[in-house]
């Protein structure tokens, strides 16, 4: 059974910064793309950042551009979104989801974690 578990988020002041992790098991994802996601209360889920296989190319929505890294080890199957710079409007549930190919241009997300909750107070 493939299964992708978020972990690392919680509760943190305007300024400060988490480290998200997701965890893929089932399967070796070392050769496909992977990607963040989140949705707010009320609001559709977006697109937060995307990095391909090797770890060589990565993609972000522009409102965090600059305050977010994705990076991801592919030896323990995993992928992780530094974010720095936190947000009131960054205030989401986060979703880590892994592509159907290798690379970020024209990927389709095929499996999903279960979201962790990222609260930033102002």
């Known amino acids: 059974q493939v299964q992708l578990v978020e972990s690392g988020g919680g509760l943190v002041q305007a300024g400060g910064s988490l480290r998200l992790s997701c965890a893929a098991s089932?399967?070796?994802?070392?050769?496909?793309?992977m990607g963040w996601f989140r949705q707010a209360p009320g609001k559709e889920r977006e697109f937060v950042a995307a990095?391909?296989?090797?770890?060589?190319?990565?993609k972000y929505a522009g409102s965090v551009q600059g305050r977010f890294t994705i990076s991801r080890a592919n030896a323990k199957n995993a992928v992780y979104l530094q974010m720095n710079s936190l947000k009131p409007e960054d205030t989401a549930v986060y979703y880590c989801?892994?592509?159907?190919?290798?690379?970020?241009?024209?990927?389709?997300?095929?499996?999903w974690g279960q979201g962790t909750q990222v609260t930033v107070s102002s």
């Open positions: 990095i391909n296989w090797s770890g060589s190319y990565t």
């Open positions: 089932g399967r070796t994802f070392s050769n496909n793309a």
């Open positions: 989801a892994a592509g159907d190919r290798s690379t970020v241009l024209g990927v389709r997300y095929d499996y």
